[in-house]
């Protein structure tokens, strides 16, 4: 059962234009959602996240959107810059008591930024 | 600084060795500790999570366990390696906050391991 999911496994996109990379997910006791990029063979690295009672959240190049009704978040990077090409994966946080939380993530999204 | 150190990078194991990846972190203490692996083509999958020692959740059932006989040390094992047991396995950590309290989890450089 895929708790998080990214449909499109590719994106690619002129240098300078937006790119806009999708997220939907099903279980309704996520908290916080967030976006971790990724260059092969290294670890992800931790973009931005969103709150669950937000719907907008802003650093510099990168905004994401959350529609909690539908479910849905998106991940918008304008402009698009040639080292911004990696895999994004989208992930969803549930908060465990004592103190725990974990990630649930999605399949990931190959983003291609062209000259 | 916190930083988490993860090894070995690579490693190529026969069908039906054990296996043996720590991961250990440093700056912090109490974090939560995580088990990812993420198959060729495929995301990240969480193996395991724990929040204290010798406090472990396993998320999916399979070839693996994983211990943490420290505070700060994650060890994922196996008595007898599959084929199937190939991927790229990340350790991440993360604080402990509250509710509507961010706790990305930060990732090590994970472990390349080829079952043959």
């Known amino acids: 059962d895929q708790q998080v999911k990214q449909n499109s496994p590719s994106l690619s996109v002129q240098e300078g234009r937006i790119s806009i990379l999708n997220c939907d997910y099903t279980n309704s006791m996520f908290d916080y959602f967030l976006w971790y990029k990724k260059y092969p063979a290294e670890g992800p690295t931790f973009l931005i996240s969103?709150?669950?009672?937000?719907d907008k959240n802003e650093d510099g190049r990168f905004t994401v959107f959350l529609n909690k009704s539908a479910k849905h978040l998106s991940l918008h990077i304008v402009p698009s810059q040639p080292g911004d090409s990696a895999v994004y994966f989208c992930a969803a946080r549930v908060f465990l008591t004592g103190g725990g939380n974990k990630l649930t993530f999605g399949t990931g999204t190959q983003l291609k930024v062209e000259l | 600084s916190q930083t988490i150190h993860q090894w070995p990078a690579t490693l190529v194991q026969p069908v039906g060795s054990p296996l043996s990846l720590e991961c250990t972190v440093e700056g912090t203490s109490n974090p939560n500790l995580y088990w990812y692996r993420q198959a060729a083509g495929r995301g990240l999958q969480l193996l395991f999570y724990?929040?204290?020692?010798?406090?472990i959740s396993s998320e999916v059932p399979q070839n693996l366990s994983a211990s943490r006989p420290q505070d700060r040390q994650f060890i994922l094992s196996s008595k007898k390696l599959l084929l199937s047991d190939s991927g790229f396995y990340l350790c991440a950590w993360s604080v402990k906050e509250g509710l509507l309290k961010n706790t990305e989890a930060f990732f090590g450089q994970g472990t390349r391991l080829t079952v043959v």
């Open positions: 724990s929040i204290g020692i010798d406090q």
């Open positions: 969103i709150s669950s009672i937000k």
